[in-house]
């Protein structure tokens, strides 16, 4: 039984705190110069507005019904076969294997943010050299902010619902916020700001095949932190009688607009300072901070500021990815929250130092299997089978097994006239779109 609960504010900021991370800042930047720009930022939208939004409905409704860890609130809702729908609330580790490179990446930030402070690299060529370095063979550099993030995290997630989770994201979410606005209105100052909209508004749809399509269905789940508990798991603890409509509505919201805000401004910077639209998950490490250097001194300011911004949403995720398989521990086994925190954070921090190491040479290739390091598996796994699994099992649960009339107590009044809409996208729209995602993840189709 839970007794802490959210403010109303406080659940706001503490779920789009969630889905506000490296996907937004990090990830949907590169991946949508990957495949191009505008078109593949429409699909985005499109699988955000018609899947995310109604999963995100289902989500937060199955912990505010639930009220309790995500398996026992599964056990509880379902009307029969318990034992066997209580499955479904092992979504949450999927959380836990995200935080094993999670922990490594905001590391890495926290390593950017001290050395930006003094030092810029000169060219992509010096980034991306420093970058792999770092990555290749910097062992201690990668461990020592990899464990500060594991305190870090642990701490506030010990201090719990209110005085951990609902505070650092009071805080942290606000000045994120406030960061990326003053950054983005100095962007917008910029000759090449037009540009930066028209790759990202321009729909070219020849860029558009099928593999576009999973990685934008793919990263609409992951940036909306759906199908691993995180939502489910806030929403317990959300006070009675609150609109999960307008909730929803507020981390959809939110989530979507930092990501766009996020995306102009780095894109606008790179065509200003650097070499355009960067490719690959270095955009941020590597094009980036060359893109600052050129900026001369406020370069610096404005490179610490990002860090700092970066590593602000991602400590915010963290925090939730991890507070599933917590609660999960105090429920179930009655675990106090100290020692809960504790164990899974010793989880995530020793495999995250496997994963670090997955990475350095001389134990790369013990550590890699079928061409892929132990690293990239873990998030392979989690984005290819655990989180569609995760929003395939929530959708069947709620558009089939939870009685209809349990699902319209709370949410018909809610709706409104959308309800029958939203219910059958949950149960029709939404299971289709994720076997397909895992089929292709998977290699089904190529
Ligand atoms: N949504 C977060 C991001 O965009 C990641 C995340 C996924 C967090 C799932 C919690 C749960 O980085």
Same mark, same amino acid.
């Given at each position: 039984m839970k007794? @802490? /609960?959210?403010?109303?504010?406080?659940f706001i900021l503490a779920a789009a705190g969630s889905a506000v991370g490296l996907g937004n800042i990090w990830k949907f930047p590169y991946i949508t110069g990957e495949y191009g720009g505008g078109a593949f930022v429409l699909i985005y939208l499109l699988t955000v507005l018609f899947i995310g939004f109604s999963i995100m409905i289902a989500e937060m409704l199955i912990g505010?019904?639930? /009220?309790? &860890?995500?398996?026992?609130? !599964?056990? =509880?809702?379902?009307p029969k076969h318990k034992e066997l729908w209580k !499955?479904? +609330? !092992?979504q949450g580790l999927a959380g836990l294997f995200i935080m094993i490179f999670y922990s490594v990446v905001i590391g890495w930030i926290f390593h950017y943010i001290v050395t930006s402070l003094f030092y810029l690299p000169s060219s992509v060529a010096e980034a991306e050299l420093r970058f792999s370095t770092m990555l290749h063979s910097d062992f201690f550099t990668q461990l020592f902010y990899h464990t500060l993030a594991f305190i870090g995290i642990t701490y506030v997630l010990h /201090? +719990?619902? =209110?005085? +951990?989770?609902? =505070?650092?994201?009071?805080?942290?979410?606000?000045s994120l916020m406030l960061i990326l606005l003053g950054m983005f209105a100095y962007a917008v100052s910029l000759d090449s700001f037009s540009r930066s909209v028209s790759f990202m508004f321009s729909a070219d749809f020849s860029k558009i095949d099928s593999e576009a399509f999973v990685a934008a269905v793919?990263?609409?789940?992951?940036?909306?932190?759906?199908?691993?508990? @995180?939502?489910? $798991? *806030?929403? %317990?603890?959300m006070q009675k009688n609150e609109n999960l409509v307008t909730n929803a509505f507020w981390v959809v919201f939110l989530d979507t607009s930092i990501a766009i805000v996020a995306g102009l401004m780095l894109f606008t910077?790179?065509?200003?300072y650097g070499s355009g639209p960067a490719k690959g998950p270095g955009l941020v490490f590597i094009s980036l901070p060359a893109a600052f250097y050129e900026m001369g001194i406020i370069g610096n300011f404005f490179a610490v500021l990002f860090f700092l911004a970066l590593a602000f949403a991602g400590l915010t995720s963290a925090v939730s990815l991890t507070e599933p398989m917590v609660q999960y521990f105090i429920d179930r086994f009655h675990f106090s929250r100290l020692k809960a925190s504790l164990a899974m954070g010793l989880f995530f921090y020793l495999f995250g130092i496997v994963a670090l190491l997955s990475n350095i040479e001389g134990f790369q290739e013990t550590l890699t299997w079928g061409g892929k390091s132990f690293f990239d598996w873990? &998030?392979?796994?989690?984005? %290819?089978?655990m989180l569609p699994l995760g929003g395939l099992v929530m959708a069947l649960f709620i558009g089939f097994r939870v009685e209809k009339s349990r699902v319209e107590a709370v949410l018909k009044h809610q709706l409104g006239f959308a309800f029958e809409a939203?219910?059958?996208?949950?149960? *029709?729209? $939404?299971?289709?779109a994720m076997v397909f995602v895992m089929l292709n993840l998977l290699g089904v189709f190529n």
């Open positions: 007794l @802490a /609960r959210f403010s109303r504010i406080g505010y019904m639930g /009220r309790s &860890d995500t398996v026992t609130s !599964f056990e =509880k809702l379902a !499955f479904g +609330g !092992f /201090r +719990g619902i =209110k005085g +951990g989770i609902e =505070k650092l994201n009071m805080i942290l979410m606000p793919g990263h609409a789940f992951f940036t909306l932190s759906l199908g691993m508990g @995180a939502i489910m $798991t *806030y929403s %317990a603890s910077f790179l065509y200003q873990v &998030d392979h796994v989690t984005a %290819a089978i939203w219910y059958f996208s949950l149960r *029709y729209i $939404t299971p289709i």
